[in-house]
């Protein structure tokens, strides 16, 4: 549980520094250096993140879900209605002319 939320405080993070980037980016030129730095800081926390899930993989503190097409089972659905009886109340009736 605790490696779910250090992956998430990290994806975070890296959320948090691409917006200031952005807004950085928005703002013109004379924050340019400071773009740079919030972009690097992004990229440092994506690399960690990925070195972090790796190596808890590595060590089994986590399972990865690996997908085996084989075991793909498949559900058929039954029909769970009832057949309704019609009753001769709910039968459209024919229309009747009259002749004067």
């Given at each position: 549980?605790?490696?779910?939320?250090?992956?998430?405080?990290?994806l975070l993070i890296i959320l948090y520094h691409l917006f200031r980037a952005?807004?950085?980016?928005?703002?013109?030129?004379?924050?340019?250096?400071?773009?740079?730095?919030?972009?690097?800081?992004?990229?440092?926390?994506?690399?960690?993140?990925?070195?972090f899930i790796s190596l808890t993989s590595q060590f089994g503190?986590?399972?990865?879900?690996?997908?085996?097409?084989?075991?793909?089972?498949?559900?058929?659905?039954?029909?769970?209605?009832?057949?309704?009886?019609?009753?001769?109340?709910?039968?459209?009736?024919?229309?009747?002319?009259?002749?004067?």
């Open positions: 549980m605790l490696i779910k939320w250090i992956i998430t405080a990290l952005l807004f950085a980016m928005l703002k013109g030129q004379e924050t340019s250096k400071n773009m740079s730095k919030m972009l690097g800081k992004r990229v440092l926390f994506s690399l960690a993140v990925v070195l503190l986590i399972k990865p879900n690996r997908f085996d097409p084989s075991t793909i089972r498949t559900q058929t659905q039954t029909s769970t209605t009832k057949p309704h009886p019609q009753s001769a109340n709910t039968k459209r009736q024919p229309e009747m002319q009259s002749v004067d």
